[in-house]
């Protein structure tokens, strides 16, 4: 419909190879609701008279009425047409006729639509993913509070390294993925700007009102540069890496509780619905969708370094390169939200085995550091020579075949505090190595931010504290998009019947 200039129709191959339609059924509801509001300005500034509007709505409403079911829409084969904006005006063109469909593209181009429709789409995505992200840290302080009490190790280095709780390491990702949501939701801001009437690059000599239409479609303001507004996409790769990074805190659980649900740890078993099999093994039990997850998450990262290529050496102005961010960006967000509805399944139905946890734990000397605390405390002996006498205590107990720390004899401990010279009762330090049991070091460290019950409580007030202000921000925005749709709604019907009004 555009070949205005050339003689000749586009090679199919090129076309195919050209074309976004596919993809473009993604944000068809927003070209529909874009052109909308742009009509709509066309009749205030008097580009559209009345009339003429009344038939561009009632086109443009079928077309959404039938968009409902995307295919129909792109089965249309009367069109050659290279993406949606293209389409739906030839649509509207074929149904009321060039002399008055062929204004509705007054004053605008094909560079501000289309970028137009990716932000208005992008809205929605954030928004999507902010309740997903509520709800998953909801699950994750829900099954915090089942776990108060559930010892598990710690690892650094993978190495068992201190006592801790199941709860408390859940309540660590609930942090993680507050900032995830802090990130995402910052986002909306800088997406949330019309770009609609910076025309190719340049603006336009029709008298259009920018302010008109973005009030309309819900935006907090206007990308004030043309230029910029048609050809920057940073702030949609700003969203793509935070989606990126929120990937990564999911994948860093997935492979904790892939580890964990191995025979050799066996501290969690995942639910029968949220694992697979295998076709010849019959006792398999595999932890595929968070392996599927882990992948996903390289897939993302993929079309971050994908989308950021697209765009670093491009010259500025629209270029039909960027036409390949849209299915990198509609297929993270599709990744991400699913990603998030998976994790949330897993966390809700997983089970602990306490018992072999605490077992593990107990065996694991990670109460070492706890004992040398405690003799810190009691006799003010320098750190470091404490680290050295806990130390050779384990080095001993692990030549006794691997005892524990409250199994070491009388001698053994004697023969240690001579060797180093370190004037302790012996009595006492075998009384302060007994008592330091697992449960007992927890409650021993009551450091701000450690699995202390007490500091575990705070985090959660805390953690509650800020889902409440995130989930109220965003049902403002939810309520800002809903009046704004809404108002345009209510004009669109009241412009689509004027003509039989007048009659
Ligand atoms: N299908 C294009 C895209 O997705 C729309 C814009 C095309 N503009 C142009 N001047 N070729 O980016």
């Not at 003799?375 to 205590?393: D, T």
Request: net charge neutral; aromatic share 6%.
């Amino acid at each position: 419909m555009y070949r205005s200039r050339q003689k000749e129709n586009l090679d199919k191959d090129v076309l195919n190879f050209l074309s976004s339609l596919n993809e473009d059924t993604n944000i068809l509801i927003y070209d529909i609701l874009g052109t909308q509001a742009h009509c709509l300005m066309l009749n205030k500034i008097g580009i559209l008279t009345s009339a003429e509007l009344s038939k561009i709505l009632s086109s443009l409403s079928k077309i959404k009425f039938e968009s409902t079911n995307s295919q129909n829409i792109l089965s249309n084969e009367l069109f050659l047409s290279e993406d949606i904006h293209e389409l739906v005006e030839s649509i509207v063109i074929q149904d009321i006729g060039i002399d008055i469909g062929g204004k509705m593209h007054t004053g605008r181009s094909r560079n501000d639509q289309v970028i137009l429709d990716v932000r208005m789409k992008l809205r929605d995505d954030i928004i999507d993913i902010c309740e997903l992200i509520i709800n998953i840290i909801k699950s994750l302080v829900e099954k915090s509070k089942e776990h108060k009490n559930t010892i598990i190790s710690l690892y650094t280095h993978l190495q068992q390294a201190q006592i801790g709780t199941f709860s408390h390491y859940l309540l660590s990702y609930s942090f993680s993925l507050l900032r995830d949501l802090e990130r995402i939701s910052s986002s909306f801001d800088r997406i949330n700007l019309s770009p609609l009437g910076s025309c190719a690059i340049g603006g336009t000599g029709i008298p259009i009102d920018r302010n008109y239409t973005a009030s309309f479609l819900g935006f907090r303001g206007l990308l004030e540069n043309s230029i910029d507004a048609t050809s920057s996409r940073d702030s949609l790769i700003e969203y793509l890496s935070f989606l990126s990074i929120l990937m990564s805190t999911l994948s860093r659980i997935a492979e904790d509780f892939i580890l964990w649900s191995t025979s050799e740890f066996n501290y969690i078993e995942l639910s029968d619905r949220y694992s697979s099999t295998s076709s010849v093994m019959p006792q398999k039990k595999n932890p595929d969708p968070l392996e599927i997850l882990r992948s996903r998450t390289s897939i993302v990262h993929g079309m971050l370094i994908a989308s950021l290529s697209i765009i670093k050496n491009l010259p500025s102005g629209y270029h039909r390169d960027l036409q390949d961010l849209k299915p990198l960006l509609s297929n993270s967000s599709k990744i991400v939200k699913e990603s998030l509805l998976i994790m949330k399944g897993v966390i809700n139905t997983l089970k602990v085995n306490k018992k072999n946890a605490f077992n593990s734990a107990n065996k694991s000397y990670g109460v070492s550091l706890d004992i040398a605390e405690q003799i810190v405390i009691k006799y003010h002996i320098p750190f470091r020579k404490v680290h050295k006498l806990v130390g050779a205590l384990v080095q001993q107990a692990i030549k006794n075949e691997n005892i524990s720390l409250s199994q070491l004899s009388k001698q053994d401990l004697n023969k240690i505090l001579n060797l180093l010279k370190i004037k302790i009762d012996v009595d006492d330090l075998m009384l302060i190595i007994k008592d330091t049991t697992p449960e007992k070091s927890i409650l021993f460290r009551k450091s701000y931010g450690s699995p202390n019950p007490f500091q575990q409580n705070e985090m959660v007030n805390s953690i509650d504290k800020s889902l409440l202000f995130y989930s109220k921000a965003i049902s403002e925005r939810k309520e800002m998009l809903h009046t704004a749709f809404n108002n345009l709604e209510k004009e669109v019907i009241l412009n689509t019947f004027v003509e039989d009004k007048n009659k």
